[in-house]
Structures are given as structure tokens and as C-alpha cells.
């Protein structure tokens, strides 16, 4: 196992298109987690899943958002009529129990024209 | 609501020389803290973390943090740094039934 994983690494989108992106977590992690990344900013919460339940959505997230686990291993992040301030690194996590050490994937990075 | 302040967005140093990467956080029950390392074009990494028992964690690479109750504190430091050490530097605390809170970050810039 070498890691968290996603795709794609980069997405280049028009305004008021649906974009999704997938992560790979570590084979037995149970938990997953969103963040978002923009410049000069550290990683912001969006959501997390154990298992495949998802347990927490930030109060931030648009209900354009929206991420599924379906058979808790694999997750994907769909965003839905992208707007420009979109355009952000979206990164994922995954660990094995609550306090334990994430382990982040290299991010999505999406740029919304 | 969780919040961590890291006050020095950038820090440039010279080599071989000390750093502290300053973090404080705002909580007020049992916290666990960590400190992630991002390099350049790379994805975040843990660098060490506090989650009970000795208030100084080390990392393997030479940094330590200790961390300090009644000051809400976690710095960074390192005695002696590297060029390898250019990244950015994030605090992150968590409690309990919360997620994780991330800073916003200290580009550590170290020079020859």
C-alpha cells in the first residue's frame, strides 16, 4: 500500500459544471476525511465518513457539495454547478480510529474558469 | 469554537541556525495537537504530535514541540536547520467528538 490516493490531480472546469473527484484512502483505515486548501490557508474541514456513514458535514459546505463512500473503502466528492470560488486544492485523509494520525493525499487541485 | 493561531506567516532563516514556529490554540478542554509538514509540491505530512503523557514530543528529523497548557501553547523547534527544512509548517489541535483544526500555516524559508 503506498498511500492515500486521488484523482485527478488537476481539474480545469467552466463555470456551472459538475466536477467529482475520488480518493483512495489506506487500505484499512476506517476513517475519511474532505478538506479544502486555498492559498496561504491551512486545510479546512468538509466532511468525514467512517466506515461508509458519513458522520459530519461542515455548517460551510453549499449543498452543491455533496460525498459518498458507498462501500467504505473509496470516496468521492462531487461539486455541482461549480462557481469560480470553487478553485481550491481538495485534499483527502484517512485514519484508522478517531485521535489517530491522518494521512493526507496529494490533493485535487481545481480551477474553476 | 476550536481555533489555532500560528502568527508568522513567513519565517526566513539561515542555515545551520535555531527556529521556533509558533502555534497557539484556543480550547479549553484536553486537546491533542499535532504539526503537519507540507514540502514543495508535496502532500501534508505528520511531523509529530502530542496526544497525552510527556509535554515534549520529538520528531525524527530534530524537530520538538512542547506543549504548554496554561500558555494554550505548541511551538515548533528546531536547534539547527537545514535547506530540507523549506516547507510549510501547519498546527492542527483536536478534540475530543471535534475534528481537526488546522492553522494557517508558517512558510519556513531556510537560507544558505
Redesign the interface.
Known sequence: DTG?SQNPRHKITKRGQNVTFRCDPISEHNRL?W?RQTL??????LT?FQNEAQL?KSRLLSDRFSAERPKGSFSTLEIQRTEQGDSAMY?C?SSFG??E???????TRLLVL | AQS?TQLD?QVPVFEEAPVELRCNYSSSVSV?L?W?VQYPN?????LL?Y?SGSTLVESINGFEAEFNKSQTSFHLRKPSVHISDTAEY?C?V?T?GQ???????TRLSVLP
Open positions: 492515500v476525511y478538506y496561504g490557508q491551512g486545510p479546512e474541514f468525514y459530519e485534499l485523509a478517531e485521535i494520525t491522518q494521512y493526507f493525499g496529494p490533493g | 489555532v506567516s491533542y499535532f503537519y508535496q502532500g501534508l505530512q505528520l504530535k496526544l501547519f492542527a483536536r475530543r475534528n481537526f483544526v488546522f492553522g494557517p500555516g
